[in-house]
């Protein structure tokens, strides 16, 4: 079982702040993603990353998976109330044909 | 919406009897997936779908059946229902090809409490 670690698990920040979030793991996956998850809502998919070492940007998000494709980060500048929510990561291994899901990231931006 | 529907959404149900819970789609995917969420495990694999009538175990299966009878109808059936069983159930789609399979939409889950 491939284990995703999520750190840090919970992030309470002020409007405006920057922020990081790790998603961190043993084992080398062939791709990761990244969901957000708002209270009574399923998750939903922000980005996918594939190559190690690739960057993505979506808006204020940065995402980046890493050179030995074992873990990912996202970053936030300059936060808003709008981004509070759960973040989910979600890798695929070779030896695995589904998702393992991180155990989240729960981000609080305070207005 | 993402044309993905689960019901009922929300259920309260006692220990030792049975509950299904339903997940309907029209987008016409390959895929789709049950999962159950619980504090501090995220995410956690109940079964999957490939296809009609084609299903497979995921990580926490036991205590768990579900069918496929239907494209469009992926059903969860919990034979009977136990406490450690009370969670929110979330199920989700994906499209065929990789990594079509593992890029997914979740419905807004269902949760149920079993006392």
């Known amino acids: 079982t491939q284990l995703l670690e999520q750190s840090p698990q919970f992030l309470s920040i002020q409007e405006g702040e920057n922020l990081t979030v790790y998603c961190n793991s043993s084992?080398?996956?062939?791709?990761l993603q990244w969901y957000r998850q708002e209270p009574g809502e399923g998750p939903v998919l922000l980005v996918t990353?594939?190559?190690?070492?690739e960057v993505k940007k979506l808006k204020r998000l940065t995402f980046q998976f890493g050179d030995a494709r074992k873990d990912s980060s996202l970053h936030i500048t300059a936060a808003q109330p709008g981004d509070t929510g759960l973040y989910l990561c979600?890798?695929?291994?070779?030896?695995?044909?589904?998702?393992?899901f991180g155990s989240g990231t729960q981000l609080t931006v305070l207005p | 919406d993402a044309g993905i529907t689960q019901s009922p959404r929300h259920k309260v149900t006692e220990t030792g009897t049975p509950v299904t819970l339903r997940c309907h789609q029209t987008?016409?995917?390959?895929?789709m997936y049950w999962y159950r969420q619980d504090p501090g495990h995220g995410l956690r694999l109940i079964h999957y779908?490939?296809?009609?009538?084609?299903?497979d175990k995921g990580e926490v299966s036991d205590g768990y059946s579900v069918s496929r009878s239907k494209t469009e109808d992926f059903l969860l059936t919990l034979e009977s229902a136990t406490s450690s069983q009370t969670s929110v159930y979330f199920c989700?789609?994906?499209?065929?090809?990789?990594?079509?399979?593992?890029?997914?939409?979740f419905g807004a889950g269902s949760r149920l409490t079993v006392l």
């Open positions: 989700a789609i994906g499209p065929a090809g990789t990594p079509g399979a593992n890029v997914l939409t």
């Open positions: 084992s080398v996956f062939s791709s």
């Open positions: 779908s490939y296809g009609v009538k084609d299903t």
């Open positions: 990353v594939v190559t190690g070492g």
């Open positions: 987008e016409n995917h390959r895929y």
């Open positions: 979600a890798g695929v291994s070779g030896s695995a044909r589904q998702l393992t």
